[in-house]
């Protein structure tokens, strides 16, 4: 009988206003993932529809907590696919299980398919935090430049529903990356699962990452890499795994 992995995938999207997204993830996610491989996509309510330090704090709380909760479920790995990755070092600290967060994973990927990078995300208010993203991954020097499509979250969420909607979405998304294209990069990275879901594939030569299948698939290979001995993140700096008795005040009182 073939081993059976479960994946636990956490969104910082919500189940009733991004409706249409998360069926598209869920129905992509199964036809991807092979067969010894089960998914389940977990949400978060309310979801994180603005960009400000407090909301992602509280997406990072609550990334921890859920990362706590699928280990002791016994899920074989946990893929976040909020690509702020907030809270991305303190989910690692605190399981053994492999964690991967949708910006480093998909930023590292895409190092691999070009020279230059060019980041493209759904609003001009998240430019700041994907800007810091960066710094933060020592890639300034990979990354020409992060732009935004002048939508909101609502009109995204609609393309995934209308194709009048995806019509009139898709020239605002093309002329963002062309801008970057023509600055020099050569690897579009979209700054979120729903963009990714959207507009993934080829844009004039150039790849446009689809970071949901990337992770989905680095988290199968994660497990696989762990049953031989590999994929454990260092214990010696930013994943010290905290005091047994940090983690019980934090669950507590966090």
């Known amino acids: 009988m073939t081993e059976k992995f479960k994946i636990w995938f956490q969104g910082a999207t919500d189940k009733v206003h991004m409706a249409p997204y998360i069926a598209k993830v869920e129905a992509h996610l199964k036809s991807i993932l092979e067969p010894q491989f089960e998914a389940s996509f977990h949400t978060t309510t309310p979801p994180a529809t603005t960009t400000h330090a407090i909301t992602e704090f509280r997406i990072a709380r609550n990334l921890i907590r859920n990362a706590v909760e699928a280990e002791k479920q016994g899920y074989s790995a946990m893929a976040i696919t909020h690509f702020q990755d907030a809270g991305l070092a303190e989910v690692k600290s605190v399981v053994d299980i492999p964690v991967l967060g949708l910006g480093e ?24 935090w994907h800007e810091d993203q960066v710094i933060r991954y020592g890639l300034q020097q990979r990354v020409v430049g992060v ?38 990069a050569d690897v579009i990275v979209p700054a979120g699962g ?25 988290a199968e290979m994660a497990i696989k890499l762990r049953k031989l001995g590999m994929a454990k993140v260092s214990r010696r700096s930013n994943f010290v795994k905290p005091p047994e008795k940090a983690l019980k005040e934090f669950l507590e009182q966090g």
């Not at 935004?148 to 009048?164: G, L, N, P, R």
């Open 105 to 128: 994973t998909s930023l590292f990927h895409a190092c691999t398919l070009g020279r230059k990078l060019g980041l493209v995300t759904i609003n001009p208010v998240f430019i700041p």
């Open 147 to 184: 732009r935004a499509v002048q939508a909101t979250v609502k009109d995204f969420i609609d393309a995934f529903a209308s194709q009048e909607a995806f019509e009139k979405l898709a020239p605002l998304w093309e002329r963002e990356c062309r801008v970057l294209l023509d600055a020099g």
């Open 194 to 218: 729903l963009p990714m879901m959207l507009f993934s594939g080829e844009l004039d030569g150039a790849p446009v990452v689809n970071g949901v299948t990337l992770i989905a698939k680095s």
